[in-house]
């Protein structure tokens, strides 16, 4: 069973304007998470966290928004680079599964010029 | 550089071959993981070391699989008499502290691994 999810495979925004990257989870005791970017044939990197005691989180042009209630949490970046083009894993973490990252399936985010 | 590293990049076997995956994590990170990653897919969690102790290793999908970190550092990732749905990239993650929370995982840059 999928306990995180990201529905969207891709996502072409174009390159200034926000990209707004999506995930639902559906283990209610996931406590932390994360988002991780991934390039080709580079292993993922990662970007930035939230704890599920906050609901938003910013570091530069990356804000992570937590809605607990809903289970789902997205990452704006604002404003979109051409560099920002990559696959980005949302994942969590909770108490009951230890220090594992439970990931989603990706979103492949294309920025045009 | 100072990241994590895997090697071989890439293993292409035979199945009912034994591979040996190797992962050097960030020098003192105290915590080691495995992951498996398939083709349009997330990673998935195999395993967790604490320093040489193998805490967790639930993931691993068959008694075919095994990983060790004797003395804490390097790990290998043992797949014995391989098959066709191990295909995939191998990652290897460390991170500095024992704690869950704010414990960034730096992944190195995986193995692919192609069984015929």
């Known amino acids: 069973d999928q306990q995180v999810k990201q529905n969207s495979p891709s996502l072409s925004v174009q390159e200034g304007r926000i990209s707004i990257l999506n995930c639902d989870y559906t283990?209610?005791?996931?406590?932390?998470f994360l988002w991780y970017k991934k390039y080709p044939a580079e292993g993922p990197t990662f970007l930035i966290s939230?704890?599920?005691?906050?609901d938003k989180n910013e570091d530069g042009r990356f804000t992570v928004f937590l809605n607990k209630s809903a289970k789902h949490l997205s990452l704006h970046i604002v404003p979109s680079q051409p560099g920002d083009s990559a696959v980005y894993f949302c994942?969590?973490?909770?108490?009951?599964?230890?220090?594992?990252?439970?990931f989603g399936e990706g979103t492949q985010l294309t920025v045009n010029p | 550089g100072a990241g994590v590293s895997q090697s071989p990049r890439y293993k292409v076997a035979k199945r009912g071959q034994d591979v040996a995956l190797r992962c050097d994590p960030i020098?003192?990170?105290?915590?080691l993981f495995w992951y498996q990653q398939a083709l349009g897919q997330g990673p998935e969690f195999l395993t967790y070391?604490?320093?040489?102790?193998?805490?967790?290793k639930s993931g691993l999908p068959s008694d075919r699989f095994f990983a060790e970190r004797p003395e804490g550092s390097v790990s290998t990732l043992k797949i014995q008499r391989t098959q066709q749905e191990d295909s995939a990239v191998y990652l290897c993650?460390?991170?500095?502290?024992?704690?869950?929370?704010?414990?960034?995982?730096?992944f190195g840059p995986g193995t692919r691994l192609t069984v015929l």
């Open positions: 993650a460390s991170s500095k502290y024992r704690d869950r929370s704010y414990n960034e995982q730096f």
């Open positions: 283990n209610s005791m996931f406590d932390y």
């Open positions: 939230i704890s599920s005691i906050k």
């Open positions: 994942a969590a973490s909770g108490e009951t599964s230890g220090s594992r990252l439970t």
């Open positions: 020098s003192g990170h105290v915590s």
């Open positions: 070391f604490q320093n040489e102790a193998q805490l967790d």
